[in-house]
């Protein structure tokens, strides 16, 4: 009778084992992708988060009487890296308001023009500076980039911040 306990409780303890590991293993089945997943994402902006700046000089950042904005940008970084950029979202803050304007390579944005005078927005590739023209009547004391991916995400890191004056 006592062979029969002893068989019964190791039985039982690899049962219990082996159901310990094939929930360990469903767990980690869920969990690894997840977290892969998550970090992907979280670090998709590293390389290329200041890959914008503004492009300092006289008169390159500032704004006029009729309270247009003229800025100009230029692209750093890795040429490889810049292929996952779409653009970048320029930030201004003004007095009474704030605006966020989407720069894509190849849209056209009501407000925002290539200071050539032409409305196809170019994105500068590394080593290049483009420069723009904003007016949509307020005026805008600071400006600030962010850079936006090709899969549609804007990384939250605002790359350069300047101080518009008065051209």
Do not use: W
Not at 80 to 98: A, Q, T
Not at 140 to 151: M, V
């Amino acid at each position: 009778m006592m062979n029969k306990v002893a068989l019964s409780a190791v039985v039982a303890t690899v049962l219990i084992l082996l159901l310990t590991v094939l929930a360990a293993t469903a767990l980690a089945g869920f969990v690894v992708p997840f977290v892969k997943n998550q970090l992907q994402k979280s670090t998709e902006c590293l390389n290329v988060q200041s890959m914008f700046l503004f492009e300092r000089g006289d008169n390159r950042n500032c704004y006029n009487n009729n309270l247009t904005v003229f800025i100009s940008v230029k692209a750093t970084g890795e040429k490889d890296s810049s292929r996952n950029v779409n653009g970048f979202d320029l930030v201004l803050d003004g007095i009474d308001s704030g605006k966020v304007i989407e720069a894509r390579n190849g849209s056209y944005s009501l407000h925002l023009n290539m200071s050539d005078g032409t409305g196809k927005i170019k994105i500068p590739n590394v080593g290049e500076f483009y420069s723009y023209q904003y007016k949509d009547g307020n005026q805008y004391l600071e400006a600030g980039l962010k850079t936006k991916l090709i899969n549609g995400k804007v990384c939250e890191f605002v790359s350069d911040k300047i101080s518009l004056e008065k051209c």
